[in-house]
């Protein structure tokens, strides 16, 4: 009942979308687009897919000493991305520990201390970004540059954290203190891997190659729609994009991506329109892998994990060392 509740708030935000920011004008942009055009932008996103996909791999390398195959390099991405449609909210995270446990043998401990560990960096680096962004431009609110600070200080936080709970792991309720021995196993984990500075590095390296080619992506997407924006704003773009993606509210962040695309290009002074239209020729562009792409992966992989096991990753509950 309540996934059906998501759908339907889902439907009616894209239906708002659509009917307010989608003028005839930019339908007949989108039906004039090239075949060639097109390809590029599946092209490019894939490359976007496996950039993410070498990210997650070199985390889940320092955190249980095994690699990602580059097949799964490429396409579990995309695989992640399509369950983020089939399990709205937690749909990509809970596909991403399941995989991480059950394929690649990484104990649930792990597997959650590295998806939190990804999801965290890419709020510092887009903190990072931010902050760089804000000191060429003006006119940026106050809170946007509070929230910014907030992103950057995340590694102080996490470490100021896990000593807290060390020091506060006693007490005679054995439920509190199993669940505090388990938060703290995988604050560790965290903090180990934020303290190692070498491989914090290389992550951040390939969090601007990530940010790179996304921003390429976007901009020519800019390009093939005739829109007249600045490569600089479609870099800043490029990061809202990848921080967005955290807060999925709907089934892959539909409707409520392209609303936050709308109201950045208004905050800065660009058509809101053109905004919403980019968002959803790149949106179509990656649900088009996921549902391709993605769709083949999960049903090749599914020997490896069960269904109830995602569900159970997307709740919250622990998942058997066994399938």
Known sequence: MKNCIIYIFTAAIVFFVIFFFVTPEQTAILKNLKLFDILISVVIALLIFSVSGTQFSFILKRTTNMNLTL??????????????YIIP???SLAYSIAFAKFKYKASFSDSLSLNIYLLLFNFFFAGI???????????????????CLLMCSIPILIIFANKILKN???SKDRFYTKI???????SSSITFLWKDIKFSAINFALSVLHTLFTAFWIYWTVVILELDIDFLTVIFLSLILKVSLVFKLTPGNLGIEQLIFG?????????????????????SITLFISLTAGSIFTIVNLKYFKIRNINS?????????EI
């Open 313 to 321: 990753a997307s709740s919250g509950q622990d998942i058997p060392d």
């Open 168 to 170: 506060n792991q006693y």
């Open 180 to 186: 505090i021995s388990r938060t703290i196993s995988v």
């Open 89 to 91: 909210v937690q749909g």
């Open 71 to 84: 097949t799964d390099r490429i396409f579990f991405p995309a695989a992640r991305n399509l369950w983020s």
């Open 263 to 283: 109201g950045l290009f208004s905050m800065m002074n660009y058509d809101p329109q053109a905004g919403v239209l980019i968002s959803l020729f790149n949106k």
């Open 129 to 147: 970004v931010g902050i760089l962004y804000i000191f060429q431009s003006n006119n940026i609110p106050v809170l946007f540059f509070i929230f």
